[in-house]
Antibody, heavy 119, light 108 residues
Framework: QVHLEQSGAEVRQPGSSVKVSCKSSGDFFGSYRITWVRQAPGQGLEWMGGVIPVFGTGTYAQSFQDRLTISADESTDTAYMELRSLTSDDTAVYFC????????????WGQGTLVTVSS | DILLTQSPSYLSASVGDTVSVTCRASQSVQSFVNWYQQKPGEAPKILMYATSRLLTGVPSRFAGSGSGTDFNLTISSLQPEDFATYYCQQTFTTPLHSFGQGTNLDIK
């Protein structure tokens, strides 16, 4: 059984950066795409981007192109999401999820990490 | 970017009812639509992929249909555990994906 464990809640000031981790256990990490999805309070799901660890290059939603980096470390089975130039609009729960190899759907999710941006 | 628009945004129903949620894409996504269920405080859960393929363990009262730009999620004989928020997702433009804005199904 696959388990995605995310790092804990973060509080950041406007203009700063945050890096959230997502550690995988239970399956072959490198060959599965890991994606990141966020959810602002009371709002819907917003797709951010993803990475295939064995390739290492992230793909990003256009709205995040300039300030988002998604990466992965195969040696530790961990994916990372770094968002820069934070504003209050980035306050959200950030989820990592694994893309199934059977179909393009997200079969396992992390528990979510709350990032609060406040001065 | 492909925009997905769900309707209605809010839906009230009673246990035993049959309800339907629509997801409309701004351009054809063929059959690459998934549906997720999310309950408060939890991560989303995949219900079905490729329009109508139910994941193992998902009750058969959930059904999906559609192709191209118009898709439907139908839930028959609503059960108390079905009251949640539902999201469609397109993966036609993989690796770039997108979600609909969600449909909040609550109990009448």
């Amino acid at each position: 059984q696959v388990h995605l464990e995310q790092s804990g809640a973060e509080v950041r000031q406007p203009g700063s950066s945050v890096k959230v981790s997502c550690k995988s256990s239970g399956d072959f990490f490198g060959s599965y795409r890991i994606t990141w999805v966020r959810q602002a309070p009371g709002q819907g799901l917003e797709w951010m981007g993803g990475v295939i660890p064995v390739f290492g290059t992230g793909t990003y939603a256009q709205s995040f192109q300039d300030r988002l980096t998604i990466s992965a470390d195969e040696s530790t089975d961990t994916a990372y999401m770094e968002l820069r130039s934070l504003t209050s609009d980035d306050t959200a729960v950030y989820f990592c999820a694994r893309v199934s190899n059977f179909g393009e759907y997200y079969d396992f999710w992390g528990q979510g990490t709350l990032v609060t941006v406040s001065s | 970017d492909i925009l997905l628009t769900q309707s209605p945004s809010y839906l009230s129903a009673s246990v035993g009812d049959t309800v339907s949620v629509t997801c409309r894409a701004s351009q054809s996504v063929q059959s690459f639509v998934n549906w997720y269920q999310q309950k408060p405080g939890e991560a989303p859960k995949i219900l079905m992929y490729a329009t109508s393929r139910l994941l193992t363990g998902v009750p058969s009262r959930f059904a999906g249909s559609g192709s191209g730009t118009d898709f439907n999620l139908t839930i028959s004989s609503l059960q108390p555990e079905d009251f949640a928020t539902y999201y469609c997702q397109q993966t036609f433009t993989t690796p770039l994906h997108s979600f609909g804005q969600g449909t909040n199904l609550d109990i009448k």
